[in-house]
C-alpha cells in the first residue's frame, strides 16, 4: 500500500514537471526556441533528405558518406527523411536533454520550494519524480519530431506513412533509451549545485575533463579500463551503425542511468534543503 | 497524552559551529509550544532537523516514533520554514493543489482543501494569483494555508507573524488560537507577548543549548504578579511593599514591576488590594498580570 502511495506521488512529481512545460511562460518559451530549431531541421535538411538518399545522382554521394561511417545499412530503410532523422536525433536529442533537463531540483532547493515538497514526499521521490518528468517531456518532443518526419514523408508518399511505422518505432525507443543516462547525469549533479547554469557547467567539465582523466589512466597502465563506460553517449554510434548489440542499445544505457540515479540518491539523501 | 516529539541528546555542526548542542525534549499533544532564543540560538536549526530538512550530526529525533522526512510524517507534520518560497510559475492554487495530491488527497478534495485554508488565513481572493503577485505578507499567509492543508498533528511555525502588519498578525494569532484544540502548534519568534498569549509551553534555546523547558501555567501558582503603570510612580515600590503578603518588589522594567507574593488563604487576594492601592493613589495602571511575563521567565 505504502510502495503504491510512493509510486502515486512519483507520478504526481512527473505530472507537474509536463505542466510546468507545457502550461507556464517559461515552459512555453523553451518550447518555442525547441520548435524553430527543429523546423528549421526538419525544412532543410529532413525534407531534402530524399534527394540525397534516393535520388540516383545522389545516391552515389550518400551511400559514400554513410558508408564511410559505417552506416550503410540504414540505406535500407524505405523512409530516406526517417534515415536523416535517425543520425540527427541520435546525436541532437542527447546534447538537448543536458540542457533541457538541467534544472530538476537546483532552483527549488536554492528557493525553499523543496522544502515545501519534502514535508509530503521521500528525497528519493522527489529525485525519481523530477527524473520521470524529464523523461516524460523528452518522450513528448521525440515523438511530436518524429511524427513531423513522417508526415513529411507522407506528404511526399502517401504509402511511406505505413511502411516507414516499424523503423519509427525502432527510433523512437532507441533514442528515447539513449537519452535516460544524459538526464540521470543531471540528476545526479542537481543533487549538489545551487542553479541549473552550474548544472551545465559542471556537464561540460565532465564531458570533457572525464575522458582525459580515463585515457591518461588508460595509457599509464597500458590496458582498456572500461572506465568509458561511466560517459552517457558512448555507445551511441554503435547503436546509429544498427551494429543491434544488446549491450549498447540497452544494458549500456539503463546501467549507466540507474548508476547515476543512484549517486543521486546518496548525495540528496545526505544534503541540506 | 501522546508524545509527538521526542529529541535526545541532538547535536548538529556546522563546521566548528556547534549549532545545537545535546538538546534533550518532548512535545505532547496539546497547547501550541514556544521556540524562542536569542538570534544564532539554534532555532531554525532545530526546526530544520526536526522537519527533515538537515541531519543531525548525532542524537536520537523521533516525530510520531519515526524519522524526520520519512512517510509517516507525511500529512501529519506540516510547517511554514523560514524564507521559504512558492514556485513563481504557478498559481497559488494550482501548487496548493498539488501539495495537497502530493499528502494523497483526490484532485477535488486538493481543491476543497486549498479554498479552506485560504479562507482561514483570509486569502480566498488570490487562488489564481502568482506568487509575484502578493505581497510579501500575503505570501507567507498563502504559506501558512499550506501547512494547514489536509489534517496535520503538528504545525510547525518559523516567525509566522513577521513582517505581517498588525491586524494580520493578529488573524493569524486567532487562527492558532482557534487550530489549538485539533493541532499541536510549535512555534518561532522574537515576540514574546504573542508567544505569551498563544502557548503554554516554552523551549528557550541559547548558543545551541535547551536553557529552560516550561510550562508557563505553573507559573501562576509561584506567587509572582507583574504590574505595569501608565506614569512612573515615585513612591509604588515603597507602597507596595506595604501591603502584608507583597515579600519583595523589583521595578523590571520600565514603569513593570515584578511583585513576590505571599498567600494567604483568608486575606482580601492581592490583586484587589494593588488596585485598591492604586485607587486610592489615583496611580493609572495600565496592565496587572497574574504571574511574571515570558519576558521576565527568560531574562
Known sequence: MLELQGLQRIWCLAKFELVRLFMTKRGALALAAFVTVWLFILYYAIGSAVEYVSSKTTQTIGYTLLSAEGMDKLLNWPVAELIVYWVLAMYSFPMFSLIASSDQTCTDRTRGTLRFISLRVTRAEILLGRFLGQVLILAVLIAVTLIATLSIAAYRDPSLLLVGMGEAFYVYKNILIAVLPFIALTSFFNSFTRSSRLVVIVTLLFFTIIPLIIAFIEYKLGMNTYLSYILPGGQISDVINQKELFMSNYVVPVMQMCGYLFLGHIVMKRSSL | MSTLIKVSGLNKFFGDKHALNNVDFEIVKGPPVALVGPNGAGKTTLFSVLCGYLQPSSGQVGIFDAKPGTKATFGRLAALPQDAQLDPSFTI????????????????????????????????????????????????????????????????????????????????????????????????????????????QVLYLDKGQLQQHKTLANDIDHGYITLRMERKEDEIITALKSIEQVIDVVNSQDREYLISVRHKQDEIPLDIQILQLCHQKKWAYRQLINGKTLENQLF
Not at chain 2, 479552506?116 to 502568482?130: A, F, H, Q, Y
Request: hydrophobic residues 40%; negative net charge; charged residues 25%.
Open chain 2, 93 to 200: 492554487a494550482h501548487q496548493l493543489s498539488f501539495y495537497g495530491q502530493l499528502q494523497g488527497l483526490s484532485k477535488r478534495k486538493s481543491k476543497m482543501e486549498v479554498e479552506r485554508t485560504l479562507e482561514l488565513v483570509g486569502l480566498s481572493d488570490v487562488l489564481k494569483e502568482k506568487p509575484e503577485a502578493l505581497s510579501h505578507g500575503m505570501r507567507k499567509r498563502v504559506t501558512i494555508a499550506q501547512a494547514l492543508i489536509g489534517s496535520p498533528d503538528i504545525v510547525m511555525l518559523d516567525e509566522a507573524t513577521a513582517g505581517l502588519d498588525p491586524l494580520h498578525a493578529r488573524e493569524i494569532r486567532q487562527l492558532v488560537a482557534s487550530l489549538s484544540d485539533e493541532i499541536t502548534f510549535i512555534l518561532s519568534s522574537h515576540d514574546l507577548n504573542e508567544l505569551e498569549r498563544l502557548c503554554q
